[in-house]
């Protein structure tokens, strides 16, 4: 049977483990567990020479000697009872010692029996028999991994629309349980230092882990002892959350991280704990996790029940984001939500209504300790951040920002309000100031979810959508405009009130344009290229056939 084998370090220490190519990936990750000494609910992170994470599965990529990967224990539980070599420790014995004594005495009979005893194997088969039966038995192993990470590529399942749109009962108690294992693991000052940029990688976290960061990040920003939240209350909003974003190939669970995780390092990077109250980033954050609770991934018309005859057949407001103006589609098909909002951003007042609506049950109620002025000012903060991430009010808000920021002023309410919804807006709109291996998968991604809906609306003759035609639209067309058009304009003025902005999220995205604007130049080539062949080929084709002289002698044939 092929193996593989995989070197990396534990705490400096070299490692190697061996396992057949087609070994479970349970089992892999068990083994990574047994060397790195970890406890049943800690999270292990592999990293690859680049200092990557990569995903420990049984397609690790095999290296050599020279180029270890490397293992960490990212969080741990700090009360566990002591593991390995640490209990042998604590109980006093000298592993080191030991190991050369059994070494010596193994020797010393090797030299008097000339062979070393059928009795030293048997013992030796033992012990190894001993170790498998500990591994094999979860209850009394500490080795033993249940942490069950996703199988496959980082994207989400290309077949999303087979699985039920809300998660199942089933699935998310699977992953509160985990969820509630890990809400107590100390996460490596590494890794929390990693959180507040905006290189972080999503994709290498699951959904459990997810919620333990999230937990980082109102607990790193004071929000738990400055606003009085209890722990097992976060922790259930963040289980709510998490329970009422879809499963859809984009706006889903993972994109709400995202787009927290980078208002998170702005945070940070900007030093707005020194400019702004705590309950202004408290309303920002919070904001940021809520901003597209229950969004289907489709067009508003599909989300309500409409009929042919209310159906309005009007122009589509083409718009370069990653919203793209689901909007007019809800205003347009007079849907319910429509209707329940008088037109006025009806996805993003659903969200906050599912937001509060899970704030309003006390258990999940991260604000029931504060007055009833300082939760007035949240609910207010909090409504008016995620209407901003409607995109028909971009160029309004937009303008706005740029008419205070040669005065503006963090004293002034009004120039806060407005910064705090430039801010969400650029976070929620991000992803291509990440690096290109983190962005590129969110493009596919959301293009998946345009595609889907340009089929459905084919497949029920409804007007398609332009910018979400797979017949039309392809991966550097649509981010090209985008980018120069929607991102430029917004990025470049929050970098003009924070300079030191320029190079987390001005640079990166040029590389995105200058990536995409070659990626389209290959494709028209290509086109170009293609369609030359085809010209050639028909050229070829429709020549008529050379005419032959009749042989001498022959006479042809008369019709009579």
């Known amino acids: 049977m092929a193996t593989k084998i995989i070197y990396f370090t534990v705490n400096g220490r070299p490692e190697q483990a061996e396992f057949p190519i087609d070994c479970p990936a349970q089992d892999v990750k068990d083994l990574f567990r047994a060397a790195a000494e970890a406890g049943p609910h800690d999270i292990l992170k592999l990293y690859n020479t680049k200092g990557n994470i990569i995903n420990i599965s049984p397609q690790l990529a095999p290296n050599s ?74 209850h009394l192993s500490w080795l033993g991994l249940f942490k069950d990470m996703s199988e496959g590529t980082h994207k ?83 289980y709510e959350v998490y329970r009422r974003y879809n499963n859809i190939p984009f706006h889903n669970f993972k994109h709400c991280f995202c787009v927290t995780q980078m208002m998170y390092g702005l945070i940070w990077l900007t030093d707005l704990k020194s400019k702004i109250d705590s309950i202004d980033l408290l309303i920002m954050l919070t904001s940021a996790v809520c901003h597209d609770l229950d969004h289907t991934g489709y067009n508003n018309a599909y989300q309500v029940r409409w009929t042919l005859s ?15 103006n689901y909007v007019s589609f809800q205003i347009n098909a007079r849907t319910e939500l429509a209707l329940r909002y008088n037109d006025i951003s009806p996805l993003e007042n659903h969200h906050c209504a599912v937001a509060f609506e899970i704030l309003e049950k006390n258990e999940s109620n991260i604000f029931r300790n504060l007055s009833t002025e300082h939760y007035k000012r949240i609910r207010e903060g909090i409504i008016k951040c995620i209407l901003a991430t409607d995109m028909t009010r971009h160029t309004d808000i937009l303008n706005k920002f740029k008419t205070i920021l040669p005065v503006f002023d963090f004293s002034h309410k009004d120039h806060r309000d407005v910064l705090m919804m430039i801010i969400i807006k650029v976070s ?57 058009f929607v991102l430029f304009p917004l990025f470049i003025e929050l970098a003009n009130l924070f300079p030191c902005l320029e190079q987390h999220i001005i640079d990166p995205v040029q590389k995105a344009l200058d990536y995409y604007t070659e ?29 032959h ?10 019709n009579l």
């Open 428 to 484: 929620d709109i991000s992803n291509e100031a990440r690096p290109m291996d983190v962005a590129e998968p969110w493009l596919d991604c959301l293009l998946q979810e345009f595609f889907n809906q340009s089929d459905m609306e084919k497949l029920e003759g409804l007007p398609v959508t332009p910018f979400m035609d797979r017949d039309k639209v392809n991966k550097p067309s649509s981010q090209t405009g985008f980018i120069r």
């Open 310 to 324: 209310q159906f309005c057949f009007c122009s589509v407001i083409k718009c370069f984001s990653e919203k793209r």
């Open 65 to 138: 000697p020279q180029s270890f990967y490397k293992l960490e224990v990212v969080a741990a539980d700090c009360n566990s009872e002591l593991l390995g070599s640490e209990l042998a420790v604590a109980l006093g014995f000298d592993l080191s010692s030991m190991e050369k004594r059994l070494q010596s005495l193994e020797k010393k009979i090797l030299a008097e029996a000339a062979e070393t005893p059928a009795i030293v194997y048997e013992m030796k088969r033992q012990v190894e028999s001993f170790r498998e039966k500990l591994e094999s038995v979860e």
């Open 549 to 558: 002289p009749e042989p001498s002698g022959t006479t042809k044939p008369v």
């Open 156 to 238: 989400p399942s290309p077949f999303y629309h087979k699985r039920t749109l809300h998660k199942t009962r089933e699935e998310c108690e699977h992953v509160r349980e985990k969820f509630l294992q890990m809400s107590s693991l100390e996460v490596s000052e590494k890794v929390r230092q990693y959180l507040k940029t905006p290189t972080f990688d999503n994709w290498q976290w699951e959904d459990a882990e997810i919620m333990v960061l999230l937990q980082v990040m109102y607990t790193d920003l004071e929000f738990i002892s400055t606003f009085n939240i209890e722990l097992d209350v976060l922790q259930q909003f963040l």
């Open 519 to 547: 990626m389209e130049k290959a494709l028209e080539r290509e086109k170009q290229n293609r369609a030359t062949s085809e010209k050639v080929v028909k050229a070829s084709t429709s020549k008529e056939p050379e005419a």
